[in-house]
């Protein structure tokens, strides 16, 4: 005969933490959070108990919290995450912040996220800003299908700027060479080879491809400032995410090709996050 047990005393006797544990037992019971108190002492079927243990386990190993519910919130928005994709993170909101800011009295402007990943950059500039225009670039067919749900899921379908178009290859290759636009996001890989965080907590069950380049973390960046003035419109923008300890040298390749108003932002633990320019 099964032990009977409640969510109570799952959660109780969790080694995790209190909120790692109470997410993970909502993503099973289907719960609210408040559930979990006016319902604490309903007796769980065996079945249910035993996900979640399992749960528990894979997160006691390391896994991310985001996978093993499959989905992460970002700008407001609840996307689908899976080890296919990078888990958005609350940082890079600073990146969607400041391209809609560059993009005020602009009517439909025209926005190209390299790297798109989740779509998670791509579909909340779209979510913001109905009248845009967006395309999303990934290398990834997974993570391109992960990108279109998304924006499935997430985007008003009669949106005045459509569905984005989401564009397999890599970086500006597969675009048609005449278009443009008022913007180009990326927060592309850039993490150095041999830094050891790519060996500790949720990085580690992320797809490595797109943490860094096996280099000096600045080969993505290299690509995407090179390309950039061909691509954007005149008075467009050009703004990526990048390392700690990379602003400086980012600033300095985009003043090499000729950007103006270079700067960096800095994002709420005072880190230079982002860095960006604009063609004259």
Same mark, same amino acid.
């Given at each position: 005969?099964?032990?009977?047990?409640?969510?109570?005393?799952?959660?109780?006797? %969790?080694?995790?933490? $209190?909120?790692?544990? /109470?997410?993970?037992?909502?993503?099973?019971?289907?719960?609210?959070?408040?559930?979990?108190?006016?319902?604490?002492?309903? @007796?769980?079927?065996?079945?249910?108990?035993?996900?979640? &243990?399992?749960?528990?386990?894979?997160?006691?190993?390391?896994?991310?919290? +985001?996978?093993?519910?499959?989905?992460?919130? #970002?700008?407001?928005? !609840? #996307?689908?995450? *899976?080890?296919?994709?990078?888990?958005?993170?609350?940082?890079?909101?600073?990146?969607?912040?400041?391209?809609?800011?560059?993009?005020?009295?602009?009517?439909?402007?025209?926005?190209?996220?390299?790297?798109?990943?989740?779509?998670?950059?791509?579909?909340?500039?779209? %979510? $913001?800003?109905?009248?845009?225009?967006?395309?999303?670039?990934?290398? %990834?067919? +997974?993570?391109?299908?992960?990108?279109?749900?998304?924006? $499935?899921?997430?985007?008003?379908?009669? /949106? =005045?700027?459509? =569905?984005?178009?989401?564009? $397999?290859?890599?970086?500006?290759?597969?675009?048609? =060479?005449?278009?443009?636009?008022?913007?180009?996001?990326?927060?592309?890989?850039?993490?150095?080879?041999?830094?050891?965080?790519?060996?500790?907590?949720?990085? &580690? #069950?992320?797809?490595?491809?797109?943490? *860094?380049?096996?280099?000096?973390?600045?080969?993505?960046?290299?690509?995407?400032?090179?390309?950039?003035?061909?691509?954007?419109?005149?008075?467009?923008?050009?703004?990526?995410?990048?390392?700690?300890?990379?602003?400086?040298? @980012?600033?300095?390749?985009?003043?090499?090709?000729? #950007?103006? !108003?270079?700067?960096?932002?800095?994002?709420? +633990?005072?880190?230079?996050?982002?860095?960006?320019? /604009?063609?004259?």
């Amino acid at each position: 005969m099964s032990e009977a047990v409640t969510a109570e005393a799952l959660l109780r006797a %969790s080694p995790l933490p $209190a909120l790692e544990a /109470r997410i993970l037992l909502m993503q099973v019971l289907g719960w609210r959070r408040t559930e979990l108190i006016t319902r604490g002492d309903e @007796v769980l079927d065996a079945a249910r108990a035993k996900t979640f &243990r399992a749960l528990e386990a894979r997160r006691a190993q390391g896994e991310p919290i +985001a996978q093993l519910v499959g989905a992460r919130e #970002f700008y407001g928005l !609840d #996307f689908d995450v *899976t080890p296919d994709v990078l888990i958005p993170r609350p940082e890079t909101e600073l990146l969607v912040e400041t391209t809609l800011c560059a993009l005020e009295g602009i009517a439909q402007p025209r926005v190209l996220d390299l790297g798109t990943g989740s779509g998670a950059i791509a579909v909340a500039i779209a %979510s $913001a800003r109905p009248d845009a225009r967006v395309c999303a670039v990934d290398r %990834s067919a +997974a993570a391109l299908d992960v990108a279109a749900r998304n924006a $499935a899921k997430l985007l008003d379908p009669q /949106r =005045p700027g459509g =569905p984005p178009a989401f564009v $397999a290859g890599s970086w500006y290759d597969p675009l048609d =060479p005449g278009l443009h636009f008022e913007a180009i996001v990326s927060n592309p890989p850039y993490i150095a080879s041999g830094d050891p965080h790519l060996e500790q907590g949720d990085l &580690r #069950f992320e797809p490595r491809g797109a943490l *860094t380049d096996e280099a000096d973390g600045l080969t993505a960046l290299r690509t995407i400032i090179a390309g950039a003035p061909a691509r954007l419109a005149p008075g467009g923008v050009l703004w990526m995410e990048h390392g700690y300890d990379q602003a400086a040298a @980012v600033r300095a390749l985009l003043a090499d090709r000729g #950007f103006a !108003d270079v700067r960096s932002e800095r994002d709420l +633990a005072g880190i230079e996050r982002i860095s960006g320019g /604009r063609i004259p």
